[in-house]
């Protein structure tokens, strides 16, 4: 069973920096076929996609936000990290942890989401 | 970048009702473009995967169509538990993209 978990914290103050962590059960990080992307969702808002890693660890960024974003895994912990900078109050979303199915370029399995609020 | 662009923002229709949502890109796209369900308080849920193909469950009253930089996602016979967002994803040079989202709701 494929599962994407979300951890860190919830409220965050503005210029502070995020730290996302996403803990993948049911698939390996090394598996050919697998990327993970983080996307976020402000309240009521739409999907925008952040970041991902490809299988052979290539990143790729969001272009409006590529200055601010980090993506990393451990494959060995099954964990995806995710770190934005400088967060503002238009930053408050639910962020997503998302595997990506590489040879249809799709987001076959979301994690639950977790709420981050920024506000000071 | 592809922008993404979906029409309408918003559309209402009753059960039984045809429907058709559209993803426009700013220039031609390939066929990496999929669609997705969304409820409140849900994560996505894929329904359509490179322009027309149904992934693993989904009902047959979905379908998606298009080429280049137009392509529709249609429902034949809304369904109560159809009420929900509508979203289009591209993938392109490494990048993906959401369109802005279609609310389908009760008339």
């Known amino acids: 069973q494929v599962t994407l978990k979300e951890s860190g914290p919830v409220l965050v103050k503005p210029t502070e920096t995020l730290t996302l962590t996403c803990t993948v059960s049911?698939?390996?990080?090394?598996?050919?076929?697998?990327?993970v992307s983080w996307v976020r969702q402000p309240p009521g808002k739409a999907l925008e996609w952040l970041a991902h890693?490809?299988?052979?660890?290539?990143?790729s960024y969001s272009t409006s936000l590529r200055s601010r974003l980090t993506i990393s895994k451990d494959t060995s912990k099954s964990q995806v990290v995710l770190t934005v900078t400088n967060m503002e109050p238009e930053d408050t979303a639910t962020y997503f942890c998302?595997?990506?199915?590489?040879?249809?370029?799709?987001?076959?399995?979301w994690g639950q989401g977790i709420l981050v609020t920024v506000s000071s | 970048d592809i922008q993404m662009t979906q029409s309408p923002s918003t559309l209402s229709a009753s059960v039984g009702d045809r429907v058709t949502i559209t993803c426009r890109a700013s220039?031609?796209?390939?066929?990496?473009l999929a669609w997705y369900q969304q409820k409140p308080g849900k994560a996505p849920k894929l329904l359509i995967y490179?322009?027309?193909t149904l992934e693993r469950g989904v009902p047959s009253r979905f379908s998606g169509s298009g080429f280049g930089t137009e392509f529709t996602l249609t429902i034949s016979g809304l369904q109560p538990d159809d009420f929900a967002t509508y979203y289009c994803?591209?993938?392109?040079?490494?990048?993906?993209?959401f369109g802005q989202g279609t609310k389908l709701d009760i008339k």
């Open positions: 994803q591209h993938f392109n040079n490494n990048m993906f993209s």
């Open positions: 049911g698939f390996s990080l090394r598996t050919a076929r697998m990327g």
């Open positions: 890693v490809f299988p052979t660890d290539t990143e």
């Open positions: 998302v595997r990506a199915e590489m040879s249809t370029v799709t987001f076959d399995y």
């Open positions: 220039q031609s796209i390939n066929n990496w």
């Open positions: 490179k322009v027309f």
